[in-house]
């Protein structure tokens, strides 16, 4: 994105005025027509398997696709003599991949120091306290590795309940986690409630 700024600000001060063949214009057309479907179809495909990486790969996708698509506008501009229509599109570029490029880095940011949705965890919350027997969510935790989550579950039950008890309460939370919230992975710890 920077590259194609400083590019865009070179152009002000060249005096070259060259025209491109009309096969380059639609050449990036097609480019970025090609790159759009495969921006789609990678994003699709990041949000069902949720993955971040493939989900960088598709706004680089965009990228190539934004590129493409102000090379087309750039060499039609040449064609009538109105190169200055390339710097601006230029810069209109560069703006827009230096936005997606601070867009992944927020994401990936806020996921590889084991950021998560608060929202998410909030609806984890209410799943769990409605369980049988979980007299008190003590504390709840979870994170990702790659796209599965994990969460650490921290519950008070009754101190007068025997070890099946307890094992059936973190068995149904677990299945509970899994069937509404497609979690795999749940670790459950289980606290006697304190008696007063």
Request: glycine letters at 6%; a negative charge.
């Amino acid at each position: 994105g920077l590259q194609v700024l400083f590019s865009a600000g070179e152009s002000i001060f060249s005096a070259k005025q060259e025209t491109p063949d009309m096969i380059a214009a639609w050449t990036a057309a097609g480019g970025a027509a090609l790159m759009l479907v495969v921006y789609q179809y990678n994003k699709r495909l990041a949000k069902k398997v949720k993955s971040q990486a493939l989900l960088a790969a598709a706004a680089d996708n965009k990228s190539d696709a934004f590129v493409s698509i102000g090379t087309f506008i750039g060499i039609m501009a040449a064609q009538f003599h109105l190169a200055w229509i390339d710097t601006v599109t230029a810069f209109v570029i560069g703006l827009l991949i230096c936005k997606t490029a601070w867009d992944i880095f927020k994401e990936s940011s806020h996921s590889l120091t084991d950021g998560f949705d608060v929202k998410d965890i909030s609806a984890y919350k209410q799943t769990i306290e409605k369980v049988s027997g979980v007299s008190r969510l003590k504390d709840i935790k979870a994170r990702y590795l790659g796209s599965t989550v994990y969460v650490d579950v921290v519950v008070e039950v009754s101190a007068d309940l025997n070890i099946t008890e307890s094992h059936d309460i973190a068995n149904e939370i677990e299945r509970r986690m899994k069937e509404e919230h497609a979690i795999d992975y749940s670790h459950v710890h289980m606290e006697p409630l304190e008696r007063k």
